[in-house]
T-cell receptor, first 117, second 115 residues
Framework: AQSVTQLDSHVSVSEGTPVLLRCNYS??????LFWYVQHPNKGLQLLLK??????LVKGINGFEAEFKKSETSFHLTKPSAHMSDAAEYFC???????????????FGKGTKLSVIP | KAGVTQTPRYLIKTRGQQVTLSCSPI?????VSWYQQTPGQGLQFLFE???????NKGNFPGRFSGRQFSNSRSEMNVSTLELGDSALYLC??????????????FGPGTRLTVL
């Protein structure tokens, strides 16, 4: 069984200040973890993914996330927020199966990021 | 490479009708997954198809069904529509072989409104 908890439903930051979106996970398997972003009326875009190669993962648009097994966390950060970062962010977990195994994504409830000019 | 495409983008139906949504995966991808997104329940997994076979299914009633064709394109069907079926339906494609290199890429979604 697997689950994801996004600790904040809404985060508001000023443009140019750091962003921190928090995520805790639970998984019976060695997990793969992802962050996806969804802009209004759009589909989901992959920001970054963790698959055990490195605990600090760099993604697109300056975002990065750190996998901390002891804390079962995978928080998303960005040093300086931009207006275009305003969107909803989803932390996602899936079991890291090999071969032709089926895997399904389990989503957190999402964190809506507002950026104040 | 073209991304995942979904048609139609918007649909309005009435209760009791049925609807079919279509998803074309990224070229070379053999797995297609479907998700339902609503404000109350968030994103929930419907089912996954790989090489024309349903490989995994979420906790949805039998009114929700799908299929996949030999070219990996997929359709999902919802029969006897209910008001609660109003949602954004997202499809995602991936290579389908699991492991650390496999990633699901999402289409723009189909917005279904049931009146």
């Amino acid at each position: 069984a697997q689950s994801v908890t996004q600790l904040d439903s809404h985060v508001s930051v000023s443009e140019g200040t750091p962003v921190l979106l928090r995520c805790n996970y639970s998984s019976s398997y060695s997990p793969s973890l992802f962050w996806y972003v969804q802009h209004p009326n759009k589909g989901l875009q992959l920001l970054l993914k963790y698959t055990s190669a490195a605990t600090l993962v760099k993604g697109i648009n300056g975002f990065e996330a750190e996998f901390k097994k002891s804390e079962t966390s995978f928080h998303l950060t960005k040093p300086s927020a931009h207006m275009s970062d305003a969107a909803e962010y989803f932390c996602v977990v899936s079991p890291k199966l090999s071969g032709a195994g089926s895997y399904q994504l389990t989503f957190g409830k999402g964190t809506k990021l507002s950026v104040i000019p | 490479k073209a991304g995942v495409t979904q048609t139609p983008r918007y649909l309005i139906k009435t209760r009791g009708q049925q609807v079919t949504l279509s998803c074309s995966p990224i070229s070379g991808h053999r797995s297609v997954s479907w998700y339902q997104q609503t404000p109350g329940q968030g994103l929930q997994f419907l089912f996954e198809y790989f090489s024309e076979t349903q490989r995994n299914k979420g906790n949805f009633p039998g009114r929700f069904s799908g299929r996949q064709f030999s070219n990996s394109r997929s359709e999902m069907n919802v029969s006897t529509l209910e008001l609660g079926d109003s949602a954004l339906y997202l499809c995602a494609s991936s290579l389908g072989f699991g492991g650390s290199t496999d990633t699901q890429y999402f289409g723009p979604g189909t917005r279904l409104t049931v009146l």
